[in-house]
């Protein structure tokens, strides 16, 4: 089994290090959730020229070839999962919900609807709602977006190495299949992002 070691890092020799301390935002205190998404980039070079100039990023990336790099610490925050994060109760149980204030909420126009709904989901402790930049770390999959609808399929050697990196997450962080979630899941995104991912 891999180890993580003191910066953060995932040592297996399936895994390059490859860290981009431009991509880091301040410090990661735990790590609660997965977010799985894809790039949007034909190459991992191309994801790595951008990492280079600092900003969004993950902190792992699969090729297209399955090869697993690791582009930040664990320990340390990146950007994933964007300002806004969706109302997991609204989703999968809205029986759960505070129905009195998702109707205030939802009687509000679009942009104001979807600010109040990022603002009362951070009121809650995950895994009440769904993880934020905070209590999570990104696996980005190599592929370009096609369409509204779709991204580029997945290839099998990335779902293997997919599931390969969660089974060791979810052992150093006590995990489990249920904190997986895949990106278009949690904020506003083109919903073909990381369907093809499998685990
Ligand atoms: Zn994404």
């Not at 399936?14 to 301040?26: A, C, D, M, Q």
């Not at 997986?180 to 990381?194: F, I, L, M, Q, T």
């Amino acid at each position: 089994m891999s180890t993580i070691d003191k910066d953060g890092m995932l040592i297996d020799t399936k895994v390059t290090l490859k860290r981009y301390t431009s991509i880091e935002h301040g410090d990661l205190a735990s790590v609660c959730a997965v977010v799985v998404h894809q790039t949007d980039a034909p190459s991992a070079q191309h994801t790595f020229n951008g990492y280079n100039a600092g900003g969004n990023g993950a902190h792992f990336l699969i090729a297209k070839n399955g090869d697993i790099y690791q582009t930040a610490s664990t320990k340390k925050r990146c950007y994933h999962v964007g300002r806004l994060i969706k109302s997991k109760c609204l989703t999968l149980n809205k029986s759960t919900c505070d129905s009195t204030e998702m109707a205030k909420i939802l009687a509000k126009s679009w942009s104001a609807q979807i600010k109040a709904m990022d603002s009362h989901e951070r009121l809650k402790a995950y895994p009440e709602r769904y993880p934020v930049n905070s209590d999570s770390v990104g696996i980005e999959i190599v592929g370009k977006h096609i369409d509204d609808k779709q991204y580029e399929a997945v290839t099998p050697a990335q779902n293997e190495s997919l599931k390969w990196l969660l089974g060791e997450l979810y052992q150093h962080f006590s995990l489990t299949g249920s904190d997986v979630y895949r990106h278009p899941d949690v904020s506003y995104k083109n919903p073909g992002e990381a369907k093809g991912a499998s685990w």
